[in-house]
Structure formats: C-alpha cells, structure tokens
C-alpha cells in the first residue's frame, strides 16, 4: 500500500451533475497528481497541485477543476458531467518535483 | 505529439519463465522513466524507475534497460509468478509535473 488514499471508492451520477473526488496525499509528500484512466486505457494526466498551487495541466476543459489544502490533501471537482467522463480517476502524489509519483486505489466514476 | 507506447498489448508466459516487456518512446529530452504494475480494480503501483543517465536498473526479480540510441525502455521480470499478472505501463516523466502512460501491457501467467 502507498498510504495515498481516495474517496469514495465508486460514485454514480447522471449526466449534468457535479462530482467532487477527494485523496489524502502520503505522509511527507507536498505534490499532488490527478490522472484519468478510461477503461483499457493508461491514465491521462488532468493537473497537478503543488503546495496549494496548480503548476501543470494535461489537455482537460476549464470544468475539470482542482484544489489543495495546507496537509496537502486534493478535491478534484467536474462540473456538467459527461458520458465520457466515466473512468477511474486516480490520484498520485510525491515529495516533490522530480520525485516518483505513488497512486492511491481511484474512484471509479460513471455517469449514465 | 510525442508519447510513450508500448510494443505488445498482451504477453502470455509460463510460470517461472522470464518476461520481457517493451516500450518505446519518442520525446528525446525525457530523461526519468518509471515502470508501473497495475491489478484489477487498483491503482497503478511503481515497481521500478530509471534516469536517462544510466543503462541498466535492477529490482528484486525485475530489471529496467534503457537504450536512449533508439529510445526504447524494457522491464524484466525474473522467474515470472502467477501475482505477476497485470497490465503493465511504461511511463515517461514530461516537465517535471507530468506523467505521460503508454496503452499498457497485459500480462498473463500460465501454470
């Protein structure tokens, strides 16, 4: 186990909805990563967070959007939910830049 | 655009044998690669990573090559075992936020 930690495990919602998914970075690590992953797919990068700042962002729209707080845990909230933005949405964090990134479990996420 | 993609979707392999996976890459200024080993239903875990300034990495029972001539990356797994089955990714580390997956390798251990 990683100690990154993500919540809720599964999630179902309709089309036009908000999600909020949220992950507990490991002890020690200041950066976090969220990533989506389609089925029978590798995860694509959606943005990073480091120390409360976004400093990179993968080719996701403006309703992607994210958060860090002071311990370094991260939302990653969707607005106007898609069909196709069903996936398993991972989290990844690291104790800096440069440094390996460990994933949490994902929440598996579909919209009908 | 430049990304990281992987040779083979599916390996079999009798247990015991060696595995070898392959990944080819295409942005020459990467210079971090990381191997990853991903089970059903959970999250990609990091098995083994290399830097651009070496060659060869080994692990307990894997080992990474890297061949920055032809951009290529392969991961080894000694004395495969059925807890080996897994889809496999290479990924390459982009501007130092990002990490950027190939479609992966699904390994399947035969008994």
């Known amino acids: 186990e990683t100690g990154v930690t993500q919540s809720p495990t599964h999630l179902i919602k309709t089309r036009g909805q908000q999600v909020t998914l949220r992950c507990s970075s490991q002890?020690?690590?200041?950066?976090v990563s969220w990533y989506q992953q389609a089925l029978g797919q590798g995860p694509q990068f959606i943005f990073q967070?480091?120390?409360?700042?976004?400093?990179g962002r993968g080719n996701f729209p403006p309703r992607f959007s994210g958060l860090q707080f002071p311990n370094y845990s991260s939302e990653l909230n969707v607005n106007a939910l898609e069909l196709d933005d069903s996936a398993l949405y991972l989290c990844?964090?690291?104790?800096?830049?440069?440094?390996?990134?460990?994933f949490g479990p994902g929440t598996r996420l579909l919209v009908l | 655009g430049e990304s990281v993609g992987l040779h083979l979707p599916t390996l079999s392999v009798q247990e015991g044998d060696n595995s070898i996976i392959n990944c080819a890459y295409s942005n020459s200024a990467s210079d971090y690669f990381i191997w990853y080993k991903q089970e059903s239903g959970k999250g990609p875990q990091f098995i083994i990573d290399?830097?651009?300034?070496?060659d060869k990495r080994q692990g307990q029972r894997v080992t990474v090559l890297l061949n920055k001539t032809v951009k290529h990356l392969s991961l080894q797994i000694a004395a495969t075992q059925p807890g080996d089955s897994a889809v496999y990714f290479c990924a390459e580390n982009l501007n130092d936020y990002k990490l950027s997956f190939g479609a992966g390798t699904t390994v399947t251990v035969r008994a």
């Open positions: 002890s020690g690590h200041n950066t």
């Open positions: 967070y480091y120390r409360e700042e976004e400093n």
């Open positions: 990844a964090s690291r104790s800096g830049l440069g440094e390996t990134q460990y």
């Open positions: 290399i830097r651009s300034n070496m």
